[in-house]
């Protein structure tokens, strides 16, 4: 399986992004890294430049349609492009969220990852196809809180619901074009996303390890991708009991803290 050239990385200045860009950092490679903290975006550069690949970094919000298609247009031709940016927060406190922070949250993790995705698969429909018939990988990062409507984190659980429904949905009438599409489901990965997450994380991955995971079943072609297994099994089976029962023993956990200005 041929390592992708031409990678462009969407939050790519934090976490999961950042470590996804230096798994994808290799000689002979370019990374579009893209991001709202040109600092941060400047340390993971120098990172990925470190391990002998180019970098261009770019400030983009993925909320702006116009904006993020022009700059996936102009990186093109692109292997890989991983639509990861997003954010969280919730009704830690038992608040009800703030209008504001439901609109923040699906205006980022929605509609920034159709953004981009859909973006890369115009520029993907222009290039020819590799020996294996494929033009180009796309993952989009929806999350195992996909598959759970936790009362902590709602507009986080739906948005990620959305994401993973649409990729997964989608995936196969891509791969006639010869896109592959993958729906990323990490379960809890160690960034500044869960550094304040008061509550327990089962299995809590390194963000390295995660990435290496990412960048694994991308290539291999997986329409969803969702790990640890074993917790997703769990998460499905919660998802699967009543509403209210399901309700109370995910209420039992406190939720993600609201968002100052999310
Ligand atoms: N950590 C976990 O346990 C976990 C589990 C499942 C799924 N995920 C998902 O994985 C993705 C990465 O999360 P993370 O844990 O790595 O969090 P993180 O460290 O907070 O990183 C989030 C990234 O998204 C970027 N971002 C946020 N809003 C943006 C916007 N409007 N435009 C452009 N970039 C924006 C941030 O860039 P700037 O700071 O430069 O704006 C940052 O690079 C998210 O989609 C998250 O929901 C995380």
Redesign the pocket.
Known sequence: MPSPSRVLV??????????FALACARPGATLFL????AQ??GLVADAVRERGAEAAIAL????DGAATEAWVRGAAPLDLVLA?????AGTGGGQAETAEQARAIF???LD??LNTGLAAAAVMRGQAPGADGVRGRIGV?????AFVPAPGAPS?CAS?AAVDAWAVATAPVWRREGIVLTS???????????ASNRFP?PG?ME?DR?AAIMLRGMLAGRQRLAFPGWLAVAARLVGLLPAPLATRMLGSQPGKEPAASP
């Open positions: 969407t939050g790519a200045s934090s976490g999961l992004g950042a470590a893209g991001g709202r903290d941060r975006l983009v919000d993925v909320r990861n940016a997003g954010i969280s205006a980022t993790n920034g990852a990062v929806a999350s195992i809180a986080y990620k990323v489901c990490p379960g809890y990965v160690k960034t500044p996303m869960t994380m809590l963000a995660a």
